[in-house]
């Protein structure tokens, strides 16, 4: 009796699973109509608080609804889309996954909505925000860092002799005041104006609220290495970022730029610091001269001027 209820339970669940498994029920040209979403790995996005989102969906849906855009060969199991592709097809279990190959890549879509995607999506989406999120508080540290170690004022008076004084050197001599920042938010004033007459800039006490250390594509492979934002090596890459020190932004990348707007302004500026310009450690960080790139957006002008910390007495 004991085996025949065991048996019964066997046929019952598979009768189940046989009938949840589109593949073993409906034929590969009906298993293919719909809509398919490819799985996507993150991307680097600009942003200063924000390092990783996903790609436009509308780029990785396609929509096998309509027979015009594409052709199936269920014998040779081979999908023709858009008269340009051509792709060998294989099925899950499910039926609602779809893996297309051809000589150049390897691509697998995903049914749009099912159970099977979210499934596989999940995990990415959850290992993306926890990247992002402790790569907002590292950004937000190295910033502090940064601001707090340009606050003072600085001058241009001293490297005058070492710039071109006709277009480089700001007339009259740049100088530029920083407040003690109250982390992302600080004072600034700045004077100066281009020798050959095509901008002049004057602004005081103007609030920064937008500071933002740039950092480029490449920085980031140099950081953290080639394929640190691959889906397999997000939960590495974490660590990667709590590891890395302001120390070694600059040991590392050898320059580290601050750039912020003007309020009510077309203005913008950029302060870029050395490494071989600056003292950062563990316990200390002073900067010995900067360049501070100042960009007018309405006439395309910039000009550069070279500064150092001006010495007080007293």
């Not at 019952?12 to 979403?37: H, V």
Request: aromatic share 10%; net charge neutral; with cysteine.
């Amino acid at each position: 009796m004991k085996n025949k209820i065991i048996v019964v339970a066997i046929l019952i669940t598979t009768f189940f699973s046989l009938s949840a498994c589109s593949k073993l029920t409906k034929s590969e040209s009906t298993l293919i109509k719909g809509q398919w979403e490819l799985l996507q790995g993150p991307i680097q996005v600009k942003s200063n608080l924000k390092l990783l989102d996903f790609p436009n969906k509308s780029t990785s849906i396609v929509n096998f609804t309509k027979e015009k855009n594409y052709h199936f060969n269920e014998k040779k199991h081979e999908l023709s889309y858009l008269n340009s592709y051509k792709y060998q097809t294989s099925f899950d279990i499910s039926g609602n996954i779809l893996t297309l190959t051809n000589k150049k890549q390897k691509m697998i879509y995903y049914r749009k909505n099912s159970v099977q995607y979210k499934k596989a999506i999940t995990p990415i989406k959850n290992n993306m925000n926890s990247v992002n999120e402790v790569w907002k508080a590292q950004n937000q540290s190295f910033l502090k860092d940064y601001e707090e170690a340009i606050a003072g004022d600085w001058s241009n008076a001293k490297g005058n002799a070492q710039v071109n004084l006709n277009h480089d050197s700001p007339d009259p001599d740049a100088t530029l005041t920083i407040s003690t920042p109250k982390f992302l938010f600080f004072d600034i004033s700045f004077t100066g104006g281009a020798r050959d007459k095509t901008m002049s800039v004057n602004f005081k006490d103007k609030n920064i609220s937008d500071a933002a250390i740039k950092l480029s594509y490449s920085d980031f492979d140099t950081l953290l290495g080639l394929g640190w934002n691959a889906s397999e090596n997000l939960n590495e890459t974490k660590e990667k970022i709590k590891k890395i020190t302001f120390r070694d932004l600059f040991m590392d990348l050898e320059e580290v730029t601050l750039a912020y707007s003007i309020p009510d302004s077309t203005l913008s500026q950029e302060i870029t610091v050395s490494a071989y310009r600056a003292t950062v450690s563990s316990n200390i960080t002073h900067f010995d001269e900067c360049t501070i790139t100042t960009k007018d957006s309405s006439t395309d002008h910039e000009f550069k001027a070279y500064l150092s910390p001006v010495e007080t007495t007293n």
